[in-house]
């Protein structure tokens, strides 16, 4: 027999899985988290003038910002994009389980 908590996740899983699954969508929701996974880097990147200066010379000399920005939001992207269709993906698995469940208990 199924619980109340998976009757309402097999009815909530139905009527959203095709709009979690657009790209769009994976896209818009994901990028905060894309963003926490870079937001290191340019930590790091900033406060290399505190801790190596040699660091700081080269980034100073040979960075350029516009390829530094590129390279962040492509991984910002990748992440969000990466960990919203994961997400996605571990749902539709626990919903078939679910079905199949039903399914069975079913006479």
Not at 49 to 75: C, E, P
């Amino acid at each position: 027999m199924l619980e109340e908590r998976e009757k309402l996740f097999i009815k909530y899983w139905e009527t959203h899985r095709d709009s979690e699954g657009r790209f769009w969508f994976q896209l818009l929701t994901g990028l905060p988290v894309g963003l926490l996974f870079a937001l290191p880097v340019v930590l790091l990147l900033f406060s290399a003038r505190y801790w190596y200066k040699r660091a700081d010379m080269v980034a100073n000399s040979q960075m350029s910002i516009g390829v530094l920005v590129f390279a962040l939001l492509l991984t910002a992207v990748f992440v969000g994009v990466i960990y919203k269709r994961h997400k996605w993906e571990m749902k539709d698995e626990q919903y078939k389980r679910l079905k199949a469940k039903e399914k069975a208990e079913q006479p």
